[in-house]
Nanobody, 123 residues
Framework: QVQLVESGGGLVQAGGSLRLSCAASGRTFRGYHMGWFRQAPGKEREFVAA????????YYADSVKGRFTISRDNAKSSVYLQMNSLKLDDTSVYYCVAGQRRLFRSPDSYNYWGQGTQVTVSA
């Protein structure tokens, strides 16, 4: 089992920045691709970003490309999401995920999900 705990969410004005963190514990972090999904009230769950275990290749949703950056620190079993130039539409609950399949944009590729952290962007 892998346990994922997110932190860093909060309230920020449009145009501002936040950094989300996700700490993994339990079985080894090694070999797991990591990512972030988000879900706003009344909307479907949406892929945000992912980072591969093998070479740390990164993948982004078009809606966040150029504004968000995903990174990982394998020594700390952690993954991060730096969010800049935040928009009202970025308001959502953000979930950290871990999995071993390379279909990075599919939620079915991830076996483990965190409990989520709320990000609210105000005007």
């Amino acid at each position: 089992q892998v346990q994922l705990v997110e932190s860093g969410g909060g309230l920020v004005q449009a145009g501002g920045s936040l950094r989300l963190s996700c700490a993994a514990s339990g079985r080894t972090f090694r070999g797991y691709h990591m990512g972030w999904f988000r879900q706003a009230p009344g909307k479907e769950r949406e892929f945000v970003a992912a980072i591969a275990w093998s070479d740390s290749s990164t993948y982004y949703a078009d809606s966040v490309k150029g504004r968000f950056t995903i990174s990982r620190d394998n020594a700390k079993s952690s993954v991060y999401l730096q969010m800049n130039s935040l928009k009202l539409d970025d308001t959502s609950v953000y979930y950290c995920v871990a999995g071993q399949r390379r279909l990075f944009r599919s939620p079915d590729s991830y076996n483990y999900w965190g409990q989520g952290t709320q990000v609210t962007v105000s005007a």
